[in-house]
């Protein structure tokens, strides 16, 4: 952890991941607004779902440009956890900034979100894809002009009445949410493990739908 501080503090152009081979090197991305008035709002499950690894791993994160980050280290692997500063509709820049500082392949990259058109805690990892109507995704895909980045997306439903669209997307879990949420997290990062270490094809072919 102390190592992983002192390199935060070095010059701008230095890289925070120490690790050399480029194919060992990862950028996890969480998507979400910062800001307490977001804190635990569906739109935010990408920051809550690494908030939830850094929980797990003793993780600590901390304010660097565009964003917020966390090194994770696992079997050989490094990874660069990211919740973008820069609200959700411009992450992009911070996408691509931190896969171009840390020299990071696109075909490492993962971007966690929420998903409307899933039901709540439905969890699918696709290698590419249109942004499916999210903002978010729509920025990442014009700051990296391409589709073909692997996104998490994790299943918030669509409980909502004609009109409430945002307020629902904005709103907080409700009881019977919150009271499934955990186990749903935990398989979340059991899928960015997976990611990491078997690849996107056999992670889709393990975790898709469960």
Known sequence: MFGFLKRLFRSTTSS??????????????????????????????????LDHLAKEESLT?????????????????????????????LSGKAVRYWLEKEKIPIENLLVVTDDLNLPFGSIRLKAKGSDGG???????????????????????????????????VLGKWNDDESSKLKERLDQSIALIKSFVLSGAAQTMSNFNGK
């Open 16 to 49: 925070i991941i120490e690790e050399t081979d480029t194919m060992k090197k990862f950028l996890i991305v969480g998507l979400g607004n910062i800001g307490a008035d977001y804190d635990g709002t569906r739109h935010n499950i990408g920051f809550e779902v």
């Open 61 to 89: 994160f901390e304010s660097v440009k565009l964003g917020s980050i966390s090194l994770y280290k696992i079997k050989g692997r490094s990874l660069l956890l990211l919740k973008p500063s820069t609200f959700m509709n």
């Open 134 to 168: 999210h903002n978010g995704l729509k920025d990442i895909q014009a700051q990296l002009n391409t589709t073909k980045y692997s996104r998490f997306r994790f299943g918030i439903g669509a409980e909502f009445g004609k009109g409430r669209q945002v307020n629902y």
